[in-house]
């Protein structure tokens, strides 16, 4: 027994430093600030928003004139076309052939050609508003991305710090505990007080470093949520009560107004992609328009058979490298051309139809979103008059359990009453301590609460130092 009593002593006794220490403060602001920077989902949305600006760019390049560069150089039989053309953008061309000779010879073209759909007939501004929408649509996305990563970054810290609370709640209740067990203990060696509550003093002095380490868990699992958040090692800080979260209530805004919805982050996202749908029904219909370019070339062709017959009618075939490879003709040609593909009538129509179709799906996913919305900012409304209401009458609670504690202590002292009365008084005051602050903590993450349902942050940020 005297060894239990030993080891019973030694480990109520073991220090509470430790815990929390050593690491960097860390208030709300910064940690909003921190996760803007710093979590990858946000990075990831905004490096959509530079694609899509840089997708902008490459639609409007398709529509410039594309300038084409072309040499070939080719050994063949010599009954041919001077400089003929294997492929390629250049048209074909035609000359002298030699039909009784099979002899090789080398032949050459270079060319340059432009194209350009000088008119699309509205094609072109119908793609570059599709594309348009696109950026508008993955800005939406981010800012959507944004704001609700706040708010659950707000909301954890809150967590966070109300269980880092309740940790130095509960610690302080163990220090009450280990003082009052020192008193025991001491009358039960004096033969003053009965022996029995020296085993009850042991054992809630046990019970209250139970509740330390209880806490410290969900303190610890609370801050590897919000360290998740902030894409940051859980033990780099550490956090910071400086805006009084469990002493002081928040200013309540005014009763929401509905309209506001309007401007919620989440639907304007909704709105963005109804818009991006509407603009690829658009390109879609357009692409069945035809197009009207302007095209030029000029080419060069050289060839190692000669230019003029010999007197029996046929033609000088020189096989060297040298004869065949150096121009010898320059030609050019510039005109336009109408472009009309027919068959693309009909899949242009099918497809814009099905995308019309898409289009009224986004437009009931948006109906559906602000209807969610408006549900949950009634909920948010109630939850913050509630938890107004707990505050309130939380500081009543405490004043109460704190006399209760004091008048049970002081007839504990005088021996009027037993150990019971007064442990009971003790976990009395420690649930009203820990009630009051997370009563006065609540008030706020339903403020947080009420502003991700309105969608502006600004009425919880606004009230942070």
Do not use: C
Not at 166 to 185: D, K
Not at 419 to 436: C, S, Y
Request: glycine share 8%.
């Amino acid at each position: 027994m005297r060894v239990f009593r030993l080891f019973l002593v030694g480990w109520l006794g073991l220090p509470l430093a430790g815990w929390g220490q050593g690491a960097a403060p860390l208030t709300l602001p910064q940690a909003l600030q921190l996760a803007r920077t710093n979590y990858p989902a946000l990075r990831a949305r905004q490096a959509g928003v530079a694609a899509a600006a840089a997708d902008v760019r490459t639609v409007r390049a398709n529509y410039l004139p594309q300038l084409t560069a072309q040499a070939q150089a080719l050994d063949g039989t010599s009954n041919q076309a001077r400089g003929a053309l294997l492929g390629g953008v250049g048209p074909n061309v035609s000359g002298v052939r030699d039909y009784t000779s099979y002899q090789a010879s080398w032949a050459s073209q270079g060319m340059l050609y432009i194209d350009w759909p000088a008119v699309t007939f509205g094609r072109y501004r119908a793609d570059v508003q599709r594309a348009e929408a696109s950026v508008s649509e993955a800005q939406a996305a981010y800012d959507q991305e944004l704001f609700t990563h706040q708010v659950q970054v707000a909301d954890a810290y809150l967590l966070a710090l109300a269980a880092q609370k309740t940790v130095a709640l509960q610690a302080a209740n163990l220090q009450r505990s280990l003082a009052l067990r020192r008193i025991v203990l001491a009358g039960t060696r004096a033969g003053i007080q009965a022996g029995i509550d020296s085993s009850t003093a042991n054992a809630e002095a046990a019970r209250a470093r139970l509740q330390v380490l209880a806490s410290r868990q969900q303190a610890e699992q609370q801050r590897v949520r919000l360290a998740g958040l902030l894409g940051v090692p859980t033990q780099s800080f550490t956090l910071t009560d400086s805006t009084r979260f469990f002493t002081r209530l928040p200013a309540l805004p005014a009763a929401a107004d509905t309209g506001s919805l309007l401007r919620h982050p989440t639907l304007l996202a909704y709105q963005r992609r109804v818009a991006t749908s509407d603009a690829l029904a658009r390109a879609l219909a357009a692409g069945n328009r035809p197009t009207l370019s302007v095209v030029g070339a000029t080419w060069g062709r050289g060839s190692g058979a000669a230019s003029a017959a010999r007197p029996d009618g046929t033609y000088a075939i020189d096989p060297g490298l040298g004869a065949g490879l150096p121009f010898k003709v320059y030609n050019y040609a510039v005109g336009a051309a109408l472009t009309w593909r027919l068959t693309e009538l009909i899949h242009s129509h099918r497809a814009a139809t099905a995308q019309l179709a898409r289009s009224e799906q986004a437009r009931a996913d948006y109906s559906q979103q602000a209807l969610q919305l408006r549900t949950e900012q009634q909920n948010a409304r109630l939850q913050l008059e509630l938890a107004q209401q707990s505050a309130l009458a939380a500081p009543a609670q405490l004043d109460a359990a704190q006399r209760a504690y004091t008048q049970a202590q002081a007839r504990y002292n005088a021996g009027l009453d037993n150990l019971v009365v007064l442990t009971q008084a003790t976990l009395v005051l420690n649930r009203a301590e820990t009630d009051q602050a997370i009563a006065t903590s609540n008030v706020w993450r339903a403020l947080v609460l009420r502003a991700a349902t309105s969608g502006d942050l600004g009425e919880f940020t606004s009230q942070l130092p």
